[in-house]
Nanobody
């Protein structure tokens, strides 16, 4: 079964940077699309950015130009470089895997446990 383990969260001041990692395992062929989602207290879970095995990407508008998603050469680790962080980026960040290229959470079967990101003003 596909397993996803996130790391790299923490606390940072506004304008700072963090790099999240998602280590994927438990498969013969990595799921086609891996996406970072986030959920703040009292808010719905939202997609942040996703990357396909072929390297193509999708971003939600609120992070374009600030966040960059990438993957290791083996494609087993997916990174989320977050720059120019804002207090509204504060959330639990999860990575998830899907067989199709989508940012719709209900298309994702495999989820990690999450890593907390806190941005102070």
């Amino acid at each position: 079964e596909v397993q996803l383990v996130e790391s790299g969260g923490g606390s940072v001041q506004a304008g700072g940077s963090l790099r999240l990692s998602c280590a994927a395992s438990g498969y013969l062929l990595r799921p086609y699309f891996i996406t970072w989602f986030r959920q703040a207290p009292g808010k719905e879970r939202e997609a942040v950015a996703g990357i396909a095995r072929d390297g193509s990407t999708l971003y939600t508008d609120s992070v374009k130009g600030r966040f960059t998603i990438s993957q290791s050469d083996s494609k087993n680790t997916v990174y989320l470089q977050m720059d120019s962080l804002k207090p509204e980026d504060t959330a639990m960040y999860y990575c998830a895997a899907s067989g199709i290229k989508t940012l719709s959470a209900n298309q994702y079967v495999y989820w990690g446990q999450g890593t907390q990101v806190t941005v102070s003003s």
